[in-house]
């Protein structure tokens, strides 16, 4: 998933673009291998983001799963649905992303 794709998406769902949103929590992947945990409860100021210790490796898509779970009231499932969708990264795209932070960390490795 794009990461400032799915930053936007995150602040428009916390704001109230997609209907009244009352708690949402997400695990996403990100293409640099991340695995980050979302939370925001309509009780508490701001989103919570804790990047977790697993990184997955950068030789395509990771095995583990991207979740969201969103609670409230007159959602837009298929809004939020076409909006995820458009957030993907297609597979040439991530792989010219993960082929370039690979050599990054070769360079870095070999200084």
């Known amino acids: 998933m794009d990461p400032a794709s ?3 998406f995150w602040f428009e769902l916390v704001n109230g673009a997609y209907g ?3 708690r949402a929590k997400a695990l996403m992947n990100l293409p640099d ?3 980050i945990l979302f939370n925001w409860i309509v009780s ?3 989103s919570q983001y804790q990047t977790l210790n697993q990184v997955a490796p950068l030789n395509g898509r990771p095995e583990r799963c991207s979740e969201i779970v969103i609670q409230g009231k007159n959602l837009n499932f298929e809004s939020i649905k076409s909006t995820i969708h ?5 597979d040439a795209v991530l792989d010219h992303h993960q082929t370039s932070l690979r050599n990054s960390q070769l ?3 070999r200084r």
């Open 107 to 109: 360079q870095t490795a």
């Open 6 to 8: 799915l930053n936007t």
């Open 86 to 90: 458009n957030c993907l990264l297609n």
């Open 33 to 35: 291998g991340r695995y």
């Open 20 to 22: 009244d949103v009352y």
């Open 44 to 46: 508490q100021q701001g």
